[in-house]
């Protein structure tokens, strides 16, 4: 079993920069894949970015690509978003979450067998 803890989220003016953070328990991080997703009131959720094991194989949605970026500390069992450039449509809740097949960190939810509580993302015109 994985428990995963996000923080970093809040209140943050437009093209201003949020770094979530998301701490795991277990000895077995390391061999997870990691992904963020995101869901905004009203809509469905949605990947955001994702993570392999190794921190080799990086991929972004295409709204985030370019201003997020994601990155693992395995020796803190901790994964990464730096938000940059930050848009009124990136407010939503984030979540991190956990594939434990983690070569690839893929796209679709129903991949990731854990996830965190989410962190709420504010960002204001």
């Known amino acids: 079993q994985v428990q995963l803890v996000e923080s970093g989220g809040g209140l943050v003016q437009a093209g201003g920069s949020l770094r979530l953070s998301c701490a795991a328990s277990?000895?077995?991080?390391?061999?997870?894949?990691m992904g963020w997703f995101r869901q905004a009131p009203g809509k469905e959720r949605e990947f955001v970015a994702g993570i392999g094991w190794s921190g080799r194989r990086i991929v972004y949605s295409d709204s985030v690509k370019g201003r997020f970026t994601i990155s693992r500390d395995n020796a803190k069992n901790t994964v990464y978003l730096q938000m940059n450039s930050l848009k009124p449509e990136d407010t939503a809740v984030y979540y991190c979450?956990?594939?434990?097949?983690?070569?690839?960190?893929?796209?679709?939810?129903?991949?990731?067998?854990?996830w965190g509580q989410g962190t709420q993302v504010t960002v204001s015109s």
């Open positions: 277990g000895r077995t991080f390391s061999s997870y894949a």
């Open positions: 979450a956990a594939d434990r097949g983690g070569v690839i960190a893929g796209d679709r939810g129903d991949e990731y067998d854990y």
